[in-house]
């Protein structure tokens, strides 16, 4: 029963982060809005594995083989952060357009 209620959560939050805004610069959205948003968003969110492999050459490069143990830690967590981000744009990117088609813009 958590599950439902953590989705409510979240939905509203998105939907308060972009109605709360007009045209100027938002959260996580900057002042973009609907589907280029999204597509800013699927970048993000595609190109994260690519931080988890410049992550351990930059460290491999600094730390030798140990490099290769923390930049693996370290771009997997700057990766997750970029994905959720990315995954957070192109929610606020959808909200914006469906608020569009409701609203009339």
Do not use: F, Y
Request: proline share 4%; glycine share 16%.
């Amino acid at each position: 029963m958590q599950h439902p209620k953590s989705l409510v959560c979240a939905t509203l939050l998105l939907a308060t982060l972009t109605l709360s805004a007009g045209a100027e610069e938002r959260m996580l959205a900057g002042t973009e809005r609907g589907q280029p948003l999204i597509a800013t968003g699927a970048s993000d969110a595609l190109s994260a594995p690519a931080t988890v492999l410049n992550q351990m050459t930059h460290d491999a490069r600094g730390l030798g083989p140990l490099g290769l143990a923390t930049g693996a830690v370290r771009g997997g967590v700057r990766g997750a952060g970029q994905a959720l981000k990315g995954g957070a744009r192109m929610a606020i990117g959808m909200l914006d357009t469906l608020t569009d088609v409701l609203t009339g813009n």
